[in-house]
């Protein structure tokens, strides 16, 4: 059986549990109780990471060939190692480009059924689905203006519309949301704040932590997390305010830590001023089963190219996907150049992946939840670490000097776990990292301008979700 490999569950000092007893405060949205859980009574384990220098070729470790059997890892999974034409690539048509969200509370009036055109859905088959649907719902309005969140596409196609009973986030907090049919018609989905909270915790960290001292986190939430949020935090702070880090500002988070059958999981974040209140950014989780999941911003705005792209804290690119030379001039024992007779032609071959430039032993993570699918020393590639991703996609991470000594064939891995540590074995001139991402075995470059993966875009029937997270758990519009 696979087993998850992921950093020791601690709880945060202080954190505060979203709803507790089915009540939840009227201020904030949100409890101030000390967090409770059945995770705190499981003994810790003692899970370390070694760094171990790999000096002999390991292969990959057939489990179904019997314990201390040793398999050829190239004839194990040869699929992992075919080079196949980029041009073969097909990306998913169904990616909304064009993506955007719009919310705000709209004031309360005697005509509150015309909300979808009062907010720019022009859409009259929607608007009378609307009237007939939410005669109910406005007479549990409170407070004096109605919460929405709307999403549009290509040519300001209406996409999702969420609503909510007044401004107040409490335990009757209900949410409806409205999504177009794919079988025509529209959906409606409703969802009560209380229903929702179980499992999530509310923390609220200071902002200067986050981007510089990531490791004071290291009590408040899991590991890999503490990578996840440096990443979106460092993505959605607003340039306009660059000296946020000065100020009392901090990182509200809603995050679920997860158990032994699922993933710890920052669910949204955002950074605000606790003084007044004001949000200046934030970044909400969409979950999906046949690829892995995303962050979005507020506006809409996907940051998932940037985490499929940063595996390391590097120095450097220093070497992207193209044509390089095939062999470089050979060298006497004194380190001077042998003179040749010049080829009549100089031969390139592919660089299919991107270099990372970085001192022997820096970690590196994984860009996303996945299994691992191969771990051992593959010739030109040096020790070598394949994961596998829901959606046919591998990432691959070569040239490691060591790995994390928990990692095995089989196991899945979270999102932000240090999965290796960047050396320069196999065919290298430097301490560097080689990173591949394969889209059903084919090379995809990630950093390509014309390179739009279903991975970093709303798909179809998908923005619902967001539009009601932005809702239930992002904070109240300041107003």
């Not at 041009?87 to 009036?109: H, T």
């Not at 005697?110 to 720019?120: A, K, R, T, V, Y």
């Not at 949301?177 to 079988?183: D, G, K, L, M, V």
């Not at 509310?202 to 932590?209: A, D, G, S, T």
């Amino acid at each position: 059986m696979n087993r998850k490999v992921t950093a020791n569950y601690r709880l945060a000092k202080g954190a505060t549990v979203l709803l507790a007893s089915g009540l939840l405060s009227l201020s904030l949205g949100f409890g101030s109780v000390q967090a409770q859980t059945s995770q705190a009574k499981k003994p810790a384990q003692n899970r370390t990471k070694v760094y171990v220098q790999n000096s002999k070729q390991v292969g990959f470790k057939d489990k179904s060939a019997g314990i201390g059997s040793k398999s050829n890892s190239m004839s194990l999974n040869p699929s992992l190692f075919q080079k196949k034409d980029p041009s073969e690539l097909m990306l998913d048509s169904d990616a909304n480009l064009d993506y955007r969200v719009m919310q705000g509370c709209l004031r309360r009036s005697f005509n509150e059924d015309n909300l979808p055109s009062s907010i720019g859905i022009d859409n009259r088959q929607f608007s009378e689905f609307f009237k007939s649907q939410t005669k109910g719902f406005f007479d549990k309005m409170r407070g004096d203006c109605i919460p929405y969140a709307v999403a549009f596409t290509t040519r300001n196609r209406f996409d999702s519309l969420s609503i909510m009973n007044g401004p107040i986030q409490d335990s009757k907090s209900e949410v409806w949301t409205f999504t177009p049919s794919a079988f025509g018609g529209f959906l409606v989905q409703q969802d009560l704040l209380r229903n929702e909270s179980k499992n999530l915790t509310e923390i609220r960290v200071p902002l200067k932590e986050v981007l510089y001292d990531p490791r004071k986190l290291g009590d408040k939430l899991p590991v890999e997390l503490v990578w996840e949020l440096n990443s979106i935090i460092k993505q959605i702070y607003p340039e306009e305010n660059n000296s946020l880090e000065n100020t009392n500002s901090v990182v509200r988070l809603i995050v679920d830590f997860g158990d032994r059958d699922r993933w710890a999981q920052i669910w949204a974040a955002e950074i605000i001023d606790p003084a007044n209140k004001e949000v200046f950014a934030g970044a909400f989780w969409v979950d999906r089963n046949d690829i892995p999941g995303a962050f979005f911003t507020a506006s809409g705005e996907s940051l998932e190219r940037s985490f499929w792209t940063n595996p390391l804290s590097y120095r450097r690119i220093s070497r992207g996907v193209g044509m390089v030379r095939a062999s470089a001039p050979k060298r006497s024992k004194n380190n001077v150049a042998v003179t040749q007779p010049a080829p009549t032609k100089q031969r390139y071959r592919a660089h299919m992946g991107i270099d990372y430039a970085a001192p022997i032993g820096t970690p590196i993570f994984s860009v996303a939840n996945g299994k691992v699918v191969h771990l051992g020393f593959s010739g030109a590639f040096g020790n070598l670490i394949v994961l596998e991703h829901p959606g046919g996609y591998h990432t691959y991470y070569a040239h490691l000097s060591s790995y994390n000594s928990e990692l095995e064939v089989g196991n899945e891995v979270r999102r932000g776990l240090e999965i290796g540590y960047v050396g320069s074995t196999g065919r290298s001139t430097g301490p560097h990292l080689h990173f591949e991402l394969r889209k059903d075995g084919i090379y995809v470059d990630p950093y390509g301008s014309r390179t739009q993966l279903d991975l970093w875009s709303m798909r179809n029937n998908e923005s619902g979700q967001l539009t009601r997270e932005i809702l239930l758990l992002g904070s109240p519009l300041n107003r």
